[in-house]
């Protein structure tokens, strides 16, 4: 299984990664505004995850189809399904590099927090591409936030660092860099400053204990032993630095876009 699968925390994921159903909300009737669900009605949501994303989009009137190469990920999609209305989310188990869909089967595709997993991400941008019809759009989306504190992360990294690791580059770290190469497939793109922005809380307490389940891919990369050395200096550095474990840090979270039109 390739570390950067998601099989492994799929029981934690959801409780890690924030959203704010208001700042959601907004977001999407933005969108809506400008790409309506009767004109933009079959959507793709390249790793759809446990369906964060894809249910608030089907709320908003759009037929939401999900690929994801995570089978713990999909499940816990499928129970969240089950309390909700069936016939506007759908997912199933697929590559994005190698979509099973027709050409133009779409006409909006989005993603998020995918490509800088993905080694060979220009295919997987080829095949969305492939699969959004001529005029419609690609929606690449950023969402910031969690149950971490930035401080932390931060020296967690620094720590494995100076074990000897480093975090692995597999896929498109920038944004920049996806958004030029959609240009270059003749998309027009389009940068937007638009945030959806929101506050938590979180304690250190909270933050230390989803670093030691390995939530995050920070985490995951290094060897098992190197990750429990890891810890037990950052509980230390936590103590001295950050304070009681029940000391809550504000931590800001977001939701961007940026667009890319297929040409006609």
Same mark, same amino acid.
Request: contains cysteine.
């Given at each position: 299984?390739?570390?950067?699968?998601?099989?492994?925390?799929?029981?934690?994921?959801?409780?890690?990664?924030?959203? %704010?159903?208001?700042?959601?909300?907004?977001?999407?009737?933005?969108?809506?505004?400008?790409?309506?669900?009767?004109?933009?009605?079959?959507?793709?949501?390249?790793?759809?995850?446990? &369906?964060?994303?894809?249910?608030?989009?089907?709320?908003?009137?759009?037929?939401?189809?999900?690929?994801?190469?995570?089978?713990?990920?999909?499940?816990?999609?499928?129970?969240?399904?089950?309390?909700?209305?069936?016939?506007?989310?759908?997912?199933?188990?697929? %590559?994005?590099?190698?979509?099973?869909?027709?050409?133009?089967?779409?006409?909006?595709?989005?993603?998020?927090?995918?490509?800088?997993?993905?080694?060979?991400?220009?295919?997987?941008?080829?095949?969305?591409?492939?699969?959004?019809r001529?005029? &419609?759009?690609l929606?690449?989306?950023?969402?910031?936030?969690?149950?971490?504190?930035?401080?932390?992360?931060?020296?967690?990294?620094?720590?494995?660092?100076?074990?000897?690791?480093?975090?692995p580059?597999?896929?498109?770290?920038?944004?920049?860099?996806?958004?030029?190469?959609? &240009?270059?497939?003749?998309?027009?793109?389009?940068?937007?400053?638009?945030?959806?922005?929101?506050?938590?809380?979180?304690?250190?307490?909270?933050?230390?204990?989803?670093?030691?389940l390995?939530?995050?891919?920070? /985490?995951?990369?290094?060897?098992?032993?190197?990750?429990?050395?890891?810890?037990?200096?950052?509980?230390?550095?936590?103590?001295?630095?950050?304070?009681?474990? /029940?000391?809550?840090?504000?931590?800001?979270?977001a939701?961007?876009?940026?667009?890319?039109?297929?040409?006609?």
């Amino acid at each position: 299984m390739p570390w950067y699968s998601f099989d492994p925390i799929a029981d934690t994921y959801d409780a890690t990664r924030t959203l %704010d159903v208001r700042a959601i909300d907004r977001a999407l009737t933005a969108l809506t505004r400008e790409f309506p669900p009767h004109r933009f009605r079959e959507v793709l949501d390249v790793g759809i995850g446990t &369906g964060r994303l894809a249910f608030p989009f089907a709320r908003h009137g759009y037929r939401v189809v999900g690929i994801d190469i995570s089978t713990r990920m999909l499940e816990r999609f499928r129970r969240r399904r089950a309390r909700r209305d069936r016939r506007a989310v759908g997912a199933l188990r697929a %590559d994005a590099t190698r979509m099973p869909f027709r050409d133009g089967a779409f006409d909006m595709a989005y993603w998020v927090h995918v490509l800088h997993l993905v080694p060979q991400w220009r295919r997987a941008l080829d095949e969305a591409v492939r699969v959004t019809r001529p005029g &419609g759009v690609l929606v690449y989306a950023r969402t910031e936030g969690g149950r971490d504190i930035d401080e932390l992360a931060a020296e967690y990294l620094r720590i494995l660092r100076s074990l000897g690791y480093r975090r692995p580059r597999l896929g498109a770290r920038r944004q920049e860099t996806v958004l030029r190469y959609l &240009g270059s497939l003749g998309c027009e793109v389009e940068r937007r400053r638009v945030r959806w922005e929101w506050e938590e809380r979180v304690s250190v307490g909270e933050a230390l204990h989803y670093h030691s389940l390995r939530t995050y891919s920070m /985490n995951r990369f290094a060897p098992l032993e190197v990750h429990r050395e890891a810890m037990r200096r950052l509980r230390t550095w936590a103590a001295r630095e950050l304070g009681p474990r /029940n000391r809550r840090y504000p931590v800001m979270g977001a939701v961007a876009f940026d667009l890319a039109w297929i040409p006609r």
